[in-house]
């Protein structure tokens, strides 16, 4: 028995296992997805790509064949945490991609553009918002690459101070 389970069959419900519980709900009452997507015409699941795969199938499941609208948003470039394993893969080539949020609200135009040069692909293109593009950074931001940030800093730390700085490092195994 793996520790989610445990906690739910001992009456406990912490936040891991509140996911479990919540598919268990949804597989054992077929009535509560039909409530969901009755309410809800429109579900939106933001950061989808730092979702749990089991999530995204249970909402999945539960809008087919309505008329409720499930909408995924995200950047799997922005992914930080290992939640998402690729499993739900099949499921996002058969929903509708032509909607694409391609306007970065976040980051000045230098920073959008640095990231359009790292991704290196259309499908991930950014445009800088309107708002953001009279914004100026007071040094031009940089992209360091190296193998060992730690040694990198080390050596060039005199050179990284007083300005914006991006690091990029290559990844290492753990």
Sequence with gaps: MNQRTTIF???GLSHDSLILFAEKVFERFPKIKMRLTQRYQLIF???Y???????????????LNTRSSLYFLGDKMQQIY??????????????NT??????NHRSIPD???????IYN?????????DRNGVSKPDHPPRVVMCDNIHERLKKGANNLSGCFTVIFTKPTKV
């Excluded at 290992?82 to 929903?95: A, H, I, P, W």
């Design 121 to 129: 692909d259309q499908q991930f293109k950014q445009i800088p918002s």
């Design 49 to 63: 790509q730092d979702s749990a795969p089991s999530v995204l199938k249970m909402f999945y499941k539960a809008v």
């Design 98 to 103: 032509d909607i694409k949020l391609d306007t």
């Design 9 to 11: 069959t001992k009456g």
């Design 45 to 47: 699941i933001d950061e």
């Design 82 to 95: 290992k939640n998402y394993d690729g499993s739900f893969e099949e499921e996002l080539k058969t929903l």
């Design 111 to 117: 920073i959008v553009y640095i990231l359009n040069n």
